[in-house]
């Protein structure tokens, strides 16, 4: 590469990572069907690279899931081999006729979605085999079906000749929080709600019904809730999904690591000011390094003075911090005692060594949004998985 196409700013996605962190589901549970999340551009790391990597041979995840219709019709297009789950459903009757037809798999939330189902199934024109996901609403009060609908739901459909698959499912408000009081007493309710209300539907059906839990938090801190189906999401891009937890501390890798250049490095007296509003003033001489990445490439802008970044150096990368604003295109650090450092030596904002969640606390986000927030100013550099 010739300097003038030389990278501001960059990110690597090592594969091997994300299949690593696959594996970190299997080995968690050894039998439960795996539904790899794979929503908002696959959590920003690009999702064809992800799903071609995650549908490999002998790969253990069985479906892909997506939020919204847009993406099922694009991840469908791929022609993977897997089935594709809409996690939000369908918004009216052209785009249920859409899905059926396609063979996209759906989850039914709502009222209205139930009702435009049981009427397409009246029709008697839809060849099955469908497979319908039925929610729950167990506590979390956003998207879910109540006890009573759901019941009838499962007994209307189970009647169905169309339908041969009904997956029963929910979704936790706070098992993120495992070591909190209040939030493990909620996981705990909903945990014995869904169980409590499964409980007898398969018998009154008269079929196979599974169930569906899980996502990353439960996957890892609530084995109770595994049941027949997981949906890792969070967990297989190296980010944790628990509070105050980093990703390798859960045996997952970075997929993801954002990376920059020194494109300037000045001293500046004590008493002098940094960058935009002067939130940081100098209590003694200051080495300052500016870095090319701001928020116009997805750096959080909320990130705070003391957030930390790695510097390369002959020794290798040093941990070092924010001081200053986050401009558009620029972050400012200290780089006291960083004597041999240049402009032109590389930055790492977060991945491999520092952890994107402990980013995340210093800017008041998690990991979820810095994956998907970066933009499309950065190029993306795919390191492959291993040959199989």
Known sequence: MTTVHRQRAWADINLAALTSNLQRVRDLNHSASITAVIKSNGYGHGVAEVAHTLARPQSPVARFAVATMDEAIQ?????????VLLMQGFADL?????????RIEFVIHADHQLALLKQV????????PLTVWLKLDTGMHRLGLTEAVFRQAVADLSSRRQVSDIVLMSHFASADAPDDAIASRQTGDQLERFRSVCGGLEAGAGQRLSRSLAASS??????ESHFDHLRPGIMLYGGSPLVDRNGPALGLQPVMTLRARLIAVKQVAA???IGYGATYTCDQ???????SIGYGDGYPRTAVNGTPVLVATPEGYRRTQLIGRVSMD????DLNGFDN??????????GEGLAADEVARFAGTISYELFCQVTRRIPYHYLPAPAQ
């Open 121 to 128: 199934l009246r029709k008697q024109d839809v060849v099955g």
């Open 271 to 273: 008493g002098g000011s």
């Open 285 to 291: 001489p200051t080495r300052l390094g500016v870095v």
């Open 341 to 350: 450092t240049e402009v032109g030596d590389e930055v790492v904002l977060w």
């Open 218 to 223: 439960g996957i890892l801190a609530w084995p």
């Open 75 to 83: 991840l469908n297009a791929l022609g993977l081999g897997k089935p």
């Open 94 to 102: 052209e785009q249920l006729r859409y899905l059926i037809e396609a």
């Open 330 to 333: 620029m972050i400012t650090i």
